[in-house]
């Protein structure tokens, strides 16, 4: 069974910076697509970004120029560094491997900006 644990949420202020991280437990974490999503209380999960197995990547325009998405296959582990970060960047975000529809989730970790 695929486990994901995401850690490196917290609470920060306006135009702050945090970074997140997601390990994964399966062994053929390097041939699948790997994202981060976000879900805010009362609102839908939605994209943030996305990293193919071949490092191309793909973000929100909402966050485009102010988040970054990487991994290191070797260490089965994506990351999302997160900077200038807004209150409506406020929400658990998710580590997701495979896809929406049929892959695998992590638990989540919350982010917090204050304004």
């Known amino acids: 069974q695929v486990q994901l644990v995401e850690s490196g949420g917290g609470l920060v202020q306006t135009g702050g910076s945090l970074s997140l991280s997601c390990v994964a437990s399966?062994?053929?974490?390097?041939?699948?697509?790997m994202g981060w999503y976000r879900q805010a209380p009362g609102k839908q999960r939605e994209l943030v970004a996305t990293?193919?197995?071949?490092?191309?990547?793909n973000y929100a325009n909402s966050v485009k120029g102010r988040f970054t998405i990487s991994r290191d296959n070797a260490k089965d582990t994506v990351y999302l560094q997160m900077n200038s970060l807004k209150p409506e960047d406020t929400a658990v975000y998710y580590c997701?491997?495979?896809?929406?529809?049929?892959?695998?989730w992590g638990r989540g970790t919350q982010v917090t900006v204050s304004s």
């Open positions: 997701n491997l495979g896809g929406v529809l049929y892959g695998f």
């Open positions: 399966t062994s053929a974490y390097s041939t699948y697509e």
């Open positions: 990293i193919t197995r071949g490092g191309d990547t």
